[in-house]
């Protein structure tokens, strides 16, 4: 069972982190090091939740393959991160529902909140990749850190200083 608290506080600090960007306005860019924080923020979230690394290991895959992937992001009549922030807002109040009992049921893959945000950051992983593509650079780097991030082991993302409350 996932801690409950924990996950409280994770989803609150990665949807306060984007909430910051979004309120930056048309000016805020993301850039390879904004999503990827995005991605440690969330595939850590989901390890805890499902208490082990398959969910990172599962997901930083999906995120690679939509770098090439022939069809289009989900179409959304608000930005990437508005979409994110906002199914964040909704799983956030259920998981704080949930602390009190300390019950993480219903929380993880496979139900309707996380798996709202889920895709939400593909969509939002995907649509960076269509932004960068040409830019060799860019493209090599996320790359790079994706699959960094993916081969790690379940200690050393625990260990990693992702959340603030990790420092």
Known sequence: MANVQ????????MYQQVKLFN???ASAKLDVKGVM?????WTKIGDLVSGGSTYR???????SASRTSKGEPDKTT?????????????????VDK?????????LGPGTTYFDAVD?????????????IAGNKAQDAQLQGDIRTWQGLSQDQVQQSKIFAMDQ
């Not at 924080?37 to 923020?41: A, D, L, N, T």
């Not at 593909?122 to 960076?128: E, G």
């Open 6 to 13: 924990l996950l409280s506080q994770y989803v609150e600090e």
């Open 23 to 25: 309120s930056k306005g």
């Open 37 to 41: 924080s995005y991605i440690k923020e």
């Open 57 to 63: 290991k599962q997901t930083c895959l999906k995120y």
């Open 78 to 94: 608000v930005t990437r991160t508005k979409k994110l922030q906002n199914d964040l807002a909704t799983y956030s109040d259920l």
């Open 98 to 106: 949930k602390v009190e009992s300390n019950d993480s049921s219903g």
């Open 119 to 131: 895709k939400a950051m593909l969509n939002l992983v995907w649509d960076f990749w269509k932004q």
